[in-house]
């Protein structure tokens, strides 16, 4: 036997022998079979699931004869426990079977059916089964509750039960005008087939329902006014929040359970309200496989486990037992001696063609200890076929896997680094990883990687050491993402709630980590508190700039490994399309040229760096605690008193709406945007406009989005329907009428003396007119909005103070000045002007003008000044003020100032600033003054370094 098994099996030894245990309440470790692959009693309950589910679209029970016998066996009390016992959704298909082919065969009589009804409904909402399990199991539960004979016959009077029934007026909610509108328009987009959520959202949505939603917050025994309506309500809430943020489905569905457990199975199955059909659009379009792969022990026990049983163990397990044995490397940190194996997923013929080129890379760099998990018997096989290759074969594709991997390898005792797929190593990860775990006062037990540009975690990379704590962590991670199965990488999301916000700090000089967690639900399980931290995501473990916060900044150089955003481990985990131009899989891994090698290779390294390039943001990481969430999302959990809840925001809202509409000419065009899909922000912000005599404009043009995101006047921009985040968009126009709305009317006795004071400078008069009041402080004038907007703008309440008063006497103001233009001072200064103006704005755009006017007369000095005054306010120069002032040195004509040019490149650069093609060629232009341009190539390191930028400029473009 090697020294590394040895060494393995010594590992195995030390690792206890513990039972499997429940870590808390909320959260069981038992991961159920719901598919009932390996179960066998009352049925073949997997033979059974696979054949229903080739007729998984049926439109009726009917449809299902050949399963009448089955079905029928659920008439017995005793075998519908069985059946429950067995194979809960099974019985719950079941069920609804028998109970569709009971309701057919009686017209009135509906007792008779009562049993197996009421154990349907006890089964879906009184037991503890998740319900997205229920709507994602591959059991085709929704089929044989499509039960449109009960509407037929309620429709065409062929039943009084089912008549009565639909056309309760109770029921139907007839004296409620919003739920009899509501159940109007849900009847017709059912009946036309149409989108229901598109076509309801103005109901949705309404201010009546956000409403509705505070009173069930703020009263314990609230009681809807329409209760099937509401329940109606909260399940196409349910399926936005499904198909858009987990955080929301978990608001809705636990809104909905009380409900659904006192509702009565007719209401469900057959009320004018279609409740039966309305559930399954909550998770509509996903499926899960509630398989592993792993065994459960293998999985969730904390055991001893000897070489014998994982060879005996599941498929899974002795080909990872397999795998660990022969590439399992040893590594040192802080001078104990630890197994290492690095493991990546991948399935599906867009990557599997470049997974001999993606494991040889890992070899190249001296990573043997690499295992490739394959989700497909293509990958297997190619896997198999490259030399030195760990391969080990997972039947089911399913992200929980991301989970699976490192768990089973942590139960082995071997330490785990799980990498995704579309990455691109440039170093040997083992010896930066050693580095990292030394870089602490104490030892991390997990690293993962981070976002540039917010404050969120990636878990494309991610280091597991194979502690207690980390162990009992994924494992309550793993049941928890098992119980509530989300598409849209949510393991990602599931990862950062739990891990918080508390990330170790190097002992090093380096900038603090600071993470925001994402937030999924009121309360998570308890998990061990790990000792965890960043993979530092600036430029060592860096990501393509394909994403709103994703890229990267330094030295290429210095780059580890490169996330290059293709989808590696599931189509619907992925970032963006496989389709996409930018082929980076070509890019890295195409290792195919007919050229000599050396050309070959200096052709792929060039294409390397370019790609590169195209993602580089600056010299180094900004700082940043930009949060997580995708979503502005409604939240139960928020207390009415919480003064950062969604009334608050609201409040803030319309203070800056105010100041804006204050400021907004008459006639123009006020443009309201959020990101956010809650009404309290968006529709009652709108009728707080409308209040002013706002007029509203159509909307479905200017966002070229036509009638499917029309809401009213809004536009409603969804997630599942544009393949985008939420949005909200409105535009009003204000009428001539109300122009000076926000303006307190002048006094007309105070007008005349004012004007007498006033009177020497006539061009002041002229501005502004006769609407003036006289205060303590001195004369106010009343301006033009549609005159005046800027200073409106820094007007105080009462207007522009244009006289101040000091004892008897009055002295013109600044704001005055510039009100009454060059007769009221120096006529040919325009810097002095500017100066004047950007000191009253206080805005980085008005000393911008400051330093080019300053430019345009070739005063060096002064744009310097103005520079020196940027920064003394706190504002953040940005590339406009660069590229003034770099053209400043350039009307100097002298090689000092061109040096200060290229100088200036650099501190841009430094400061994290975007360098537009603009201000490398005002840099130049600076140099060609001082007549030296090729000899300042020759010697300067920093110029020829903005030359290579420029020539990235005119390279990206053609690229």
């Known amino acids: 036997m090697s020294r590394v098994n040895c060494l393995w099996l010594a590992f195995l030894a030390f690792l206890p022998c513990v039972h499997l245990q429940p870590l808390a309440n909320e959260v069981s470790l038992e991961l159920v079979d719901w598919e009932c692959r390996q179960v066998v009693g009352l049925f073949n309950w997997n033979k059974l699931r696979e054949i229903v589910v080739e007729y998984a679209d049926f439109e009726s029970p009917l449809a299902m004869t050949e399963f009448t016998e089955a079905a029928l066996v659920l008439q017995d009390p005793e075998a519908r426990r069985t059946a429950f016992q067995e194979c809960p959704i099974g019985a719950i298909f079941l069920a609804s079977l028998n109970l569709g082919i009971c309701l057919h065969r009686v017209m009135e009589e509906v007792t008779e059916c009562e049993d197996v009804a009421d154990f349907l409904m006890a089964s879906m909402f009184r037991r503890e089964i998740p319900l997205a399990v229920i709507l994602t199991s591959s059991w085709p539960v929704r089929s044989p509750q499509k039960m449109v004979f009960l509407y037929e016959r309620g429709s065409h009077n062929l039943s009084t039960f089912w008549h009565s029934l639909q056309h309760s007026p109770s029921l139907n909610c007839e004296d409620d005008e919003f739920f009899a509108g509501f159940l109007k328009d849900l009847n017709w987009a059912i009946g036309q087939g149409e989108s229901l959520v598109g076509k309801l959202s103005k109901w949705l949505f309404a201010p009546k329902v956000q409403e509705l939603e505070m009173d069930q917050l703020r009263q314990s025994n609230w009681e809807p006014p329409c209760r099937l309506g509401w329940i109606a309500i909260m399940i196409l809430k349910a399926s936005?929040?499904?198909?858009?943020?987990?955080?929301?489905?978990?608001?809705?569905?636990?809104?909905?359970?009380?409900?659904?457990?006192?509702?009565?199975?007719?209401?469900?199955?057959?009320?004018?309200?279609?409740?039966?059909?309305?559930?399954?659009?909550?998770?509509?379009?996903?499926?899960?496989?509630?398989?592993?792969?792993?065994?459960?022990?293998?999985?969730?026990?904390?055991?001893?486990?000897?070489?014998?049983?994982?060879?005996?163990?599941?498929?899974?397990?002795?080909?990872?037992?397999?795998?660990?044995?022969?590439?399992?490397?040893?590594?040192?940190?802080?001078?104990?001696?630890?197994?290492?194996?690095?493991?990546?997923?991948?399935?599906?013929?867009?990557?599997?063609?470049?997974?001999?080129?993606?494991?040889?890379?890992?070899?190249?760099?001296?990573?043997?200890?690499?295992?490739?998990?394959?989700?497909?018997?293509?990958?297997?096989?190619?896997?198999?076929?490259?030399?030195?290759?760990?391969?080990?074969?997972?039947?089911?594709?399913?992200?929980?896997?991301?989970?699976?991997?490192?768990?089973?390898?942590?139960?082995?005792?071997?330490?785990?680094?799980?990498?995704?797929?579309?990455?691109?190593?440039?170093?040997?990860?083992?010896?930066?990883?050693?580095?990292?775990?030394?870089?602490?006062?104490?030892?991390?037990?997990?690293?993962?990687?981070?976002?540039?540009?917010?404050?969120?975690?990636?878990?494309?990379?991610?280091?597991?050491?194979?502690?207690?704590?980390?162990?009992?962590?994924?494992?309550?991670?793993?049941?928890?993402?098992?119980?509530?199965?989300?598409?849209?990488?949510?393991?990602?999301?599931?990862?950062?709630?739990?891990?918080?916000?508390?990330?170790?700090?190097?002992?090093?000089?380096?900038?603090?980590?600071?993470?925001?967690?994402?937030?999924?639900?009121?309360?998570?399980?308890?998990?061990?508190?790990?000792?965890?931290?960043?993979?530092?995501?600036?430029?060592?473990?860096?990501?393509?700039?394909?994403?709103?916060?994703?890229?990267?900044?330094?030295?290429?150089?210095?780059?580890?490994?490169?996330?290059?955003?293709?989808?590696?481990?599931?189509?619907?985990?992925?970032?963006?399309?496989?389709?996409?131009?930018?082929?980076?899989?070509?890019?890295?891994?195409?290792?195919?040229?007919?050229?000599?090698?050396?050309?070959?290779?200096?052709?792929?390294?060039?294409?390397?760096?370019?790609?590169?390039?195209?993602?580089?943001?600056?010299?180094?990481?900004?700082?940043?605690?930009?949060?997580?969430?995708?979503?502005?999302?409604?939240?139960?959990?928020?207390?009415?008193?919480?003064?950062?809840?969604?009334?608050?925001?609201?409040?803030?809202?319309?203070?800056?709406?105010?100041?804006?509409?204050?400021?907004?000419?008459?006639?123009?065009?006020?443009?309201?945007?959020?990101?956010?899909?809650?009404?309290?922000?968006?529709?009652?912000?709108?009728?707080?406009?409308?209040?002013?005599?706002?007029?509203?404009?159509?909307?479905?043009?200017?966002?070229?989005?036509g009638e499917l995101g029309l809401h009213g006047h809004a536009l409603r921009v969804w997630p599942h329907m544009f393949d985008t985040e939420g949005f909200f968009l409105a535009a009003f126009q204000k009428e001539q009428a109300h122009a000076a709305e926000m303006v307190r009317p002048p006094s007309p006795r105070a007008s005349v003396r004012c004007k007498e004071l006033l009177s020497p400078w006539p061009r002041l008069l002229q501005q502004c007119g006769d609407r003036f009041i006289e205060k303590d402080e001195g004369i106010y004038s009343m301006p033009d909005c549609q005159r005046l907007p800027k200073l409106m703008q820094l007007a105080e309440e009462e207007g522009v103070l244009l006289l101040r008063r000091d004892g008897d006497e009055f002295y013109l103001t600044d704001e005055a000045i510039l009100l009454g233009g060059r007769e009221m001072g120096p006529q040919d200064d325009a810097a002095w002007w500017l100066n004047l103006s950007s000191g009253l704005e206080g805005n980085l755009g008005g000393f911008n003008a400051q330093i080019d006017a300053r430019a345009e007369l070739g005063d060096v000095r002064g744009a310097e000044e103005v520079m020196s005054h940027i920064l003394k306010r706190g504002l953040h120069p940005d590339v406009v003020t660069y590229t003034t002032l770099i053209k400043a040195y350039g009307r100097e004509s002298s090689m000092s100032s061109a040096q200060k040019a290229v100088k200036i490149l650099e501190d841009a650069r430094e400061d994290g600033i975007w360098l537009d093609s603009a201000a490398f060629s005002t840099a130049l232009y600076a140099l060609a003054r001082a007549g030296s341009l090729q000899q300042y190539f020759d010697s300067s390191v920093s110029c020829v370094d903005a030359m290579s930028l420029v020539r990235f400029e005119v390279h990206r473009n053609e690229y």
């Open 240 to 705: 936005i929040g499904w198909h858009t943020e987990p955080r929301t489905f978990f608001t809705y569905a636990e809104s909905l359970r009380p409900y659904l457990m006192l509702l009565s199975p007719w209401h469900f199955l057959g009320s004018s309200w279609f409740l039966s059909m309305l559930l399954p659009h909550v998770c509509q379009f996903h499926r899960t496989a509630f398989h592993l792969d792993f065994d459960q022990t293998e999985l969730m026990a904390e055991t001893h486990p000897s070489l014998a049983s994982m060879l005996l163990g599941s498929p899974a397990m002795r080909q990872s037992a397999q795998a660990v044995l022969s590439h399992a490397r040893p590594y040192v940190v802080r001078g104990e001696q630890r197994l290492l194996v690095y493991a990546s997923y991948v399935w599906g013929e867009d990557y599997v063609r470049w997974l001999p080129a993606y494991v040889s890379r890992f070899h190249e760099l001296g990573m043997h200890n690499l295992i490739m998990f394959c989700g497909d018997e293509t990958a297997y096989e190619m896997c198999r076929r490259v030399e030195g290759s760990a391969c080990v074969f997972l039947e089911t594709k399913t992200g929980l896997h991301r989970y699976t991997i490192p768990l089973a390898l942590m139960n082995m005792g071997v330490d785990a680094f799980v990498i995704d797929f579309d990455i691109y190593a440039f170093k040997n990860l083992t010896e930066k990883l050693i580095v990292e775990l030394e870089s602490y006062q104490e030892t991390p037990e997990f690293l993962v990687g981070g976002s540039f540009g917010d404050a969120c975690i990636c878990n494309a990379f991610a280091y597991y050491r194979s502690t207690l704590a980390v162990r009992d962590f994924t494992r309550t991670l793993l049941a928890w993402l098992y119980q509530y199965p989300f598409p849209h990488g949510v393991t990602q999301k599931a990862l950062s709630a739990f891990l918080g916000e508390e990330p170790m700090q190097k002992t090093t000089g380096s900038e603090p980590w600071v993470v925001k967690e994402e937030i999924l639900v009121k309360q998570l399980p308890p998990v061990p508190r790990l000792k965890w931290s960043l993979l530092e995501p600036g430029v060592e473990f860096s990501s393509s700039r394909k994403l709103a916060t994703s890229g990267w900044a330094g030295r290429q150089e210095d780059i580890v490994v490169y996330h290059f955003f293709h989808g590696g481990w599931l189509a619907s985990e992925s970032a963006v399309d496989a389709n996409e131009p930018w082929d980076e899989f070509d890019i890295f891994y195409n290792l195919t040229c007919e050229d000599t090698v050396e050309a070959c290779a200096a052709r792929r390294e060039a294409r390397i760096r370019r790609l590169l390039e195209k993602s580089r943001l600056g010299d180094r990481r900004p700082p940043t605690n930009i949060s997580c969430e995708t979503l502005e999302v409604i939240d139960f959990t928020v207390t009415p008193s919480d003064e950062k809840g969604m009334d608050f925001t609201a409040a803030l809202q319309m203070e800056l709406l105010d100041s804006a509409w204050s400021a907004l000419r008459p006639g123009g065009v006020l443009i309201y945007s959020t990101c956010t899909l809650n009404s309290i922000e968006n529709e009652e912000i709108c009728e707080y406009l409308l209040q002013k005599n706002a007029v509203p404009l159509q909307t479905s043009e200017l966002a070229g989005l």
